[in-house]
């Protein structure tokens, strides 16, 4: 059993990650304090693993919800949907949601926990790669508007967060590339230790070695738990986690949330951010071919693509919630493991590399 905390005062928790943990009761009873349980998952991860879950509820009364699975589920449309069944119940103020599913799931389903009665307890139960990384740490809740995404939200942090590793073996290989992007973000960020083990190991983290795995995974809840205990609701350190997202959400929105998954749109944004770093002169040709080839080893898209114009991706980019005073704030590299936000950025550098990974 590995245990990661992150020390936010009263609003501390553990993350508990293990083999087969989804189905102990003991991880689950003490952190729910009345009889009702509101649990959301999504039609692929429910039929796999929503009975495990429910029996380790014992006699607490249950409701399940099931959406869809992708981004595009992501919205207001759904939350409704989910605080009208909440109150058709209704759920009282002692209630707990459960999220157990990915980070659509742990998004929407932390967002109305946060909403409902201005706040019930939450737990998540993530079951990718991605989801146990990064978006079920942290306490960002949202949902996305299709003007932007995650620009409706919350920060709504989770009783207890139970990362089982026995789920990645049902996902596909494309899910947990996509979860690799956020691991390598890591460090690039801050952790050059880590991105230099992660240049060793990737093959036994992409052939689900558990103890690689294992590793991975805590790690990467390490990192981000330190961050999130320095700056809760980002209004510093904090947004260097955003590294890749202002380009790759960029590319969602462009996309219509439909065709690329987010890990995917971070990584290119990463590695868009990465050679903008680098034709400032702020990280050398050598490190940046080092975060292209990792990225590239986890499967995950480097190359221009044809689906969105380099227009369309600085338009959006000018909706992001970093924009101040009309200048987008972007999460850069002055180095593998140092990270920065900055606006001191050429513009004409920024076009030339939104055009360069972009149809036109």
């Known amino acids: 059993m590995k245990n990661v905390h992150v020390g936010l005062g009263d609003r501390s928790y553990s993350i508990r990650i293990d083999s087969g943990i989804r189905n102990r009761s003991q991880e689950f009873l003490p952190w729910i304090a009345g009889s009702q349980v509101f649990v959301v998952s999504n039609e692929f991860v429910a039929p796999l693993y929503l009975a495990e879950v429910r029996a380790a509820l014992g006699g607490k ?19 409704t949907m989910m605080f009208s069944r909440m109150l058709e119940i209704p759920l009282d103020r002692q209630a707990t949601v459960i999220a157990l599913g990915g980070g659509v799931v742990g998004d929407i389903a932390g967002f109305a926990a946060a909403c ?11 079951t990718t790669l991605l989801s146990q990384v990064d978006s079920s740490v942290g306490g960002k809740t949202g949902v996305n508007h299709p003007l932007g995404k995650n620009m409706i939200g919350s920060f709504h942090q989770p009783r207890r967060v139970i990362v089982d590793t026995e789920t990645l073996g049902t996902l596909d290989t494309r899910q947990f590339s996509a979860g690799m992007a956020e691991v390598i973000k890591y460090g690039v960020i801050n952790d050059p230790d880590f991105f230099e083990w992660l ?55 462009a ?18 951010a990465a050679t903008l770093s680098c034709v400032q002169g702020w990280i050398t040709e050598l490190e940046l071919g080092r975060i292209q080839t990792l990225l590239e080893r986890a499967g995950l898209p480097t190359q221009p693509s044809r689906d969105f114009s380099s227009d369309t991706l600085k338009e959006n980019m000018l909706r992001d919630k970093k924009v101040q005073q009309g200048r987008i704030r972007l999460i850069l590299c002055r180095g593998i493991g140092r990270a920065v936000v900055s606006d001191d950025y050429s513009m004409s550098a920024l076009d030339r590399t939104l055009r360069e990974f972009a149809n036109g």
Request: hydrophobic share 40%; net charge negative.
């Open 61 to 79: 009364e249950v409701t399940e919800v099931i959406i869809q699975d992708g981004e595009h589920v992501k919205s207001l449309e759904t939350a």
């Open 116 to 126: 409902y009665q201005r706040g019930i307890a939450l737990i998540q139960v993530p």
């Open 199 to 253: 240049e060793h190991n990737i093959d036994a983290v992409m052939e689900l070695d558990q103890s690689a795995v294992e590793y991975t995974i805590e790690q990467s809840c390490r990192n981000k738990a330190s961050i999130v205990e320095q700056d809760e609701r980002e209004s510093g350190v904090r947004a260097l986690l955003n590294l890749g997202h202002t380009f790759g959400h960029a590319i969602e929105t």
């Open 255 to 272: 996309t219509d949330y439909r065709s690329w998954l987010h890990g995917e749109a971070v990584a290119l944004g990463m590695l868009m």
